[in-house]
């Protein structure tokens, strides 16, 4: 790229691409330097030579109501690539007890939400009251702004009338919003993801997948830069942040080359800022820069007929936690996708294993699959998922401005009062964006 750069972005996960193309749309000449030889981050796809076939590195759930994804997406004009159901509709199977079902019918918010509350028949009376106020409760939590004691989900949930039904209920929920244990994740993170959930419209409540892989989310994000004026190079590797008298000046990347431009938004994993920055700049980013990861483990399995009895399905006793229906697939087959979150249990055990108890877990929750024959398998693992949603890993998650004029931070760990999710880094990218002058 040639002449003048207003801006450098560093990595194309779904931050890097948000805060980049924001800047683009604005006018701004933009470089999008990138480690990888393709965007996404730690959410991709790619084509199988051997069979043709779009594979993405795990199975990714998006919500309809992500605002920040859906603007993104339009700015691209890839809407289209995600499949969203017409409002939240979630069916669950419970060992030992059955199926049961939670739907918001097209109803103005909240009374949406009431409905499908009042219907659940996994509810007990008490458990269906506690969950009316859930909205209300959730805002008062948020409210509270760090006032009151750090509480995980399950701490909080067991503060309402009919605990135990309302759980059953929500547990999974948050298990797969956080990725963390509802016994260890952040209350006040899933408190905000049920705030937005709540008060969207029906219509905007449901989950979405993408009709064939998360690449095709970005598809036309190099041409959307260029055309505006940018560049984007993979392969690009930055090594380290240039500033000069307290404001940000360009990179340095790896066999010596240097960028220079007087904004810098670096949108990469949490462990690798603090090495990055120079050691008076990153001290602040210590505790953030050593947290944890929490692994995700997820599989496909291929059956010869449709087995789901809905699109989505959360699996309740079993150590598989969801199963999602991802249609057919091209020369036969119905794929399956399965998820565990927060899968500390698993990250180690063999995918033959892990592909053999996923499959028993379907045969036993879904009548359709014991007939069926399994055409193929494939197990994924994700060590570095996402960062912990611990209670006391939040205060550590920085905003986006640092002590360096012009050095943004974007990503999904940052501070956007979300859990670490898709949402979570394009939120954090268009902030970023908001601030480079």
Same mark, same amino acid.
Request: hydrophobic letters at 40%.
């Given at each position: ?70 603007? #993104? ?27 049961? /079902? ?11 939400? #009431? =409905? ?42 067991? *503060?309402?009338?009919?605990? *135990?039904?309302?759980? =059953? ?44 892989? #998360?690449?095709?989310?970005? *598809? ?42 007087? =904004? ?18 990153? /001290? ?13 483990? !997820? ?50 055990? !063999? ?5 053999? /108890? ?9 009548? *359709? ?26 205060? !550590?998650?920085?905003?986006? /401005?640092? =002590? ?34």
């Amino acid at each position: 790229m040639s002449g003048r750069v207003d801006a450098i972005v560093v990595g194309a996960g779904f931050a890097g691409v948000a805060a980049a193309t924001s800047l683009a749309e604005r006018g701004a000449r933009v470089l999008v330097l990138e480690t990888r030889q393709r965007p996404g981050g730690r959410a991709y796809s790619w084509t199988d030579p051997a069979t043709g076939e779009v594979r993405d590195n795990g199975q990714h759930v998006l919500g309809a109501f992500y605002d920040e994804t859906m603007r #993104l997406l339009q700015r691209l004009g890839t809407t289209e690539a995600l499949e969203a159901d017409p409002s939240l509709t979630l069916r669950f199977w419970e060992r030992g007890r059955g199926g049961f /079902e939670l739907h918001c019918p097209r109803l103005p918010s909240p009374f949406h939400w #009431l =409905a499908a509350a009042g219907s659940c028949t996994r509810l007990s009376p008490v458990a269906r009251a506690s969950a009316l106020g859930l909205h209300n409760r959730a805002r008062a939590l948020l409210a509270e702004n760090g006032s009151a004691a750090p509480r995980t989900v399950d701490q909080w949930l067991a *503060e309402a009338p009919g605990y *135990e039904d309302l759980a =059953a209920l929500l547990r999974p929920i948050a298990l797969a919003v956080l990725n963390e244990d509802p016994r260890e994740g952040s209350a006040a993170l899933f408190a905000r993801v049920l705030d937005r959930l709540l008060s969207s419209r029906a219509s905007a409540s449901g989950l979405a997948l993408p009709r064939r892989g #998360l690449g095709d989310l970005l *598809e036309g994000f190099e041409r959307y830069v260029e055309e505006r004026g940018g560049s984007v190079r993979y392969r690009a590797t930055v090594l380290g942040i240039r500033t000069e008298a307290g404001a940000v000046t360009g990179v340095s990347l790896h066999g010596g080359a240097a960028e220079e431009a007087p =904004a810098v938004i670096l949108s990469v994993p949490h462990e690798r800022v603090g090495w990055m920055l120079k050691p008076d700049i990153a /001290e602040p980013y210590r505790a953030i820069s050593a947290a944890p990861w929490s692994p995700i483990v !997820s599989t496909v399995h291929t059956f010869d007929r449709p087995v789901l009895p809905a699109r989505f399905v959360g699996l309740l006793g079993t150590p598989t936690q969801w199963a999602f229906d991802r249609g057919a697939v091209a020369g036969g087959g119905f794929q399956i996708g399965t998820l565990r979150s927060a899968a500390f249990d698993d990250i180690e055990r !063999s995918p033959d294993d892990l592909a053999k /108890e996923t499959e028993r877990d379907l045969l036993e929750a879904f009548p *359709e699959a014991r007939g069926a024959r399994v055409l193929a398998r494939r197990v994924y693992k994700e060590r570095r998922a996402t960062v912990r949603s611990l209670p006391e890993i939040q205060p !550590s998650r920085p905003g986006p /401005e640092t =002590a360096v004029r012009g050095l943004l931070l974007a990503g999904d760990w940052t501070d956007t009062g979300l859990p670490p999710t898709i949402e979570g880094a394009v939120l954090s990218g268009h902030r970023a964006a908001d601030l480079v002058r």
